[in-house]
């Protein structure tokens, strides 16, 4: 089956570091990665997409690399905000149908 | 409206009973897609709307989940015969384009569904 992997274990840093957060995939490469944020009691909100012939995209404090030959992607939070506390969750497209399939999500935390 | 909205925000069931949620995309948005997450899960399909048509329900748990959207814009999510493992936050997401592998997914806030 195709599965998306996300570390499981909170991820806990001090204001200013880079948070690193890796998402990790089984069996075909996707041609796109999504990245989300999610908050608790809202939903997902979209942060940044990249595909499979880019090998690294940055948005503001934020960037995420794709190695289809590690099947990786690991998105950076550069001088990182208390603000910035979240889930991430890491998603793809599968080769058919229209959904998302998400992985469980990494929760980041940071303190001042 | 600006975003997705979702009614209601929570919702208590008593076991054996049914429900219905509520969707309201993004005006114009073609697609709209509905995820079931579970606490500390991330969001798992269950079906997909291209406008009026519904080209996937293959996430749909069982036979007791059903989704419309009869016009093409609000859709209702109901579940017959509430149980206990239907507890979740079940969530709404809408699209401009027609399910694209790039397309991005607004979401909406949820529905909390207890079932006691």
């Known amino acids: 089956s195709q599965k998306i992997e996300q570390n499981s274990e909170a991820l806990n840093i001090q204001e200013g570091k880079t948070a690193t957060l890796t998402c990790n995939y089984t069996?075909?490469?996707?041609?796109?990665l999504q990245w989300y944020r999610q908050d608790p009691g809202r939903g997902p909100v979209f942060l940044l997409l990249?595909?499979?012939?880019?090998k690294e995209k940055r948005k503001e404090r934020l960037k995420v690399t794709f190695d289809t030959t590690l099947k990786q992607s690991l998105f950076h939070i550069t001088a990182s905000q208390p603000a910035d506390s979240a889930t991430y969750l890491c998603?793809?497209?599968?080769?058919?149908?229209?959904?998302?399939?998400f992985g469980k999500g990494t929760s980041l935390l940071v303190t001042p | 409206g600006a975003g997705v909205s979702q009614s209601p925000r929570y919702k208590v069931a008593k076991r054996g009973q049914d429900v219905a949620l509520r969707c309201d995309p993004i005006?114009?948005?073609?697609?709209l897609f509905w995820y079931q997450q579970a606490l500390g899960q991330g969001p798992e399909f269950l079906t997909y709307?291209?406008?009026?048509?519904?080209?996937?329900k293959s996430g749909l748990p069982s036979d007791r989940f059903f989704a419309e959207r009869p016009e093409g814009s609000v859709s209702t999510l109901k579940i017959q015969r509430t149980q206990q493992e239907d507890s979740a936050v079940y969530l709404c997401?809408?699209?401009?384009?027609?399910?694209?592998?790039?397309?991005?997914?607004?979401f909406g806030p949820g529905t909390r569904l207890t079932v006691l």
């Open positions: 997401a809408s699209s401009l384009v027609a399910g694209g592998p790039s397309d991005t997914q607004y």
């Open positions: 069996n075909y490469s996707p041609a796109y």
């Open positions: 990249i595909r499979e012939n880019e």
């Open positions: 998603a793809r497209r599968p080769n058919s149908g229209y959904a998302l399939n």
């Open positions: 005006s114009g948005h073609v697609s």
């Open positions: 709307f291209q406008n009026e048509a519904q080209l996937d």
